[in-house]
């Protein structure tokens, strides 16, 4: 699928994920922040998670993450009967989560089950290199290698899996679904942003866009979708294909399954995604169609300010990308030159704030539910090995 995450930084998206709703509506909106102050963003206790639903409807839920910004630490094990957390200080956590998964499905066999399985085995430090050659780690090509071993390896494990699911006749009546919750930038544009490597900074699609695979061979067969849908529109999809409502009512996403099936859509089927983010002291959102993406800040946070200083301080309050003549989004362009398709983008803003209140969430964050007390020293361990703590 042609798919976007609802914001490049792991908690929210993550959070929209589990949710079908956009980031800044769940609790996690904001990047939690390890600094002088030692409170976090905790999802909202209130909001009906993938897990509740399916723990209402007699699925046992389990998962199996990686912890750091996957953890119970921010809410994000609401739901799930047990939440296992890989508590090794390292990203080479996928061969073990799988093993504990499996031994789980062979367990709880003849019952059915919703299992979330997650790794940072794609994550900076990459420390698979089967096709590196180059020895300086932070050398551009090596990192490149680096990260396409990591996926590599990804596969190899993945394989693996699905093979033993088959081997214990759970793979044909299992609904997989593969994603993402974000990309990573290398280098590609360090002209434009001052960044070598960007890791939950920006909307450049390197760090957007993201895998989505739904596999369901009893009743989906092979193909390729071509629309615009958004990490949003997982659980949406998932309530469908099962026959199960909402308890919480609307979500923001869309069912994906008349896609899926070819079947034909209405005319006001989404043809966006829309992406948030508030990091480095910018409140910003983006609107991303087919052929044009726009950027926009709402707000320049000033808690933040020392982050904004260092980063993003001279970011432009409105930035636009052609798609069609600047797929790389290399160019800055004429805005004047686009003033119809910028107001036309802008208009898509205001008509999602009407609905979702999200412009509003966005310019004042910090009225999101806190959590007191900071984090366990094997906590912030977890995070000193991913890069998020010195």
């Avoid at 904001?30 to 030692?38: A, N, V």
């Avoid at 990260?147 to 299992?174: H, P």
Wanted: glycine share 6%.
């Amino acid at each position: 699928m042609n798919a976007f995450t609802n914001a490049p930084s792991t908690p929210p998206a993550h959070a929209s994920l589990l949710t079908g709703l956009y980031p800044s509506k769940t609790g996690l909106f904001i990047f939690p922040e390890i600094g002088s102050h030692q409170d976090y963003y905790y999802l909202n206790q209130e909001i009906d998670t993938m897990a509740d639903i399916h723990s209402d409807n007699n699925y046992l839920s389990t998962a199996f993450t990686g912890g750091g910004w996957v953890s119970k630490a921010i809410g994000l094990n609401k739901g799930f009967y047990s939440f296992v957390e890989n508590e090794s200080p390292t990203t080479n956590d996928l061969l073990q989560n799988c093993t504990n998964a499996l031994d789980w499905i062979e367990k709880n066999r003849g019952f059915k089950f919703f299992l979330f399985l997650h790794t940072y085995e794609i994550h900076r430090p990459y420390n698979h290199h089967y096709f590196s050659e180059i020895k300086e780690y932070y050398k551009m090509p090596h990192t490149k290698a680096s990260y396409d071993s990591g996926i590599l390896y990804t596969d190899l494990v993945l394989d693996i899996f699905i093979k033993e699911l088959k081997r214990m006749k759970a793979y044909d009546n299992t609904i997989i679904i593969i994603t993402s919750d974000h990309g990573e930038t290398h280098d590609e544009h360090n002209n434009i942003s001052g960044y070598t490597y960007n890791h939950g900074g920006s909307f450049f699609d390197e760090e957007i866009k993201v895998p989505l695979i739904f596999h369901y061979p009893l009743k989906f067969k092979p193909k390729k979708v071509n629309k615009i849908v958004g990490l949003v529109d997982v659980l949406p999809t998932l309530l469908d294909i099962l026959k199960i409502n909402s308890r919480s009512g609307e979500l923001d996403g869309d069912s994906l399954l008349p896609l899926i099936n070819g079947e034909r859509i209405n005319s006001s089927f989404r043809d966006y995604v829309f992406v948030e983010s508030p990091a480095y002291g910018l409140s910003r959102c983006c609107i991303r169609t087919e052929n044009y993406k726009l950027i926009k800040v709402i707000k320049r946070i000033e808690i933040f300010e020392e982050d904004a200083n260092k980063s993003l301080s001279n970011h432009p309050s409105i930035l636009f990308y052609d798609l069609k003549l600047d797929p790389l989004e290399r160019k800055r362009v004429d805005l004047l030159r686009y003033k119809k398709e910028i107001e036309k983008l802008e208009n898509l803003i205001n008509l999602l704030n009407t609905k979702h209140n999200v412009i509003e969430l966005l310019k004042f964050p910090f009225k999101l539910k806190m959590k007191k007390g900071g984090l366990s020293d094997k906590e912030k361990e977890k995070l000193r090995s991913l890069g998020y703590l010195k």
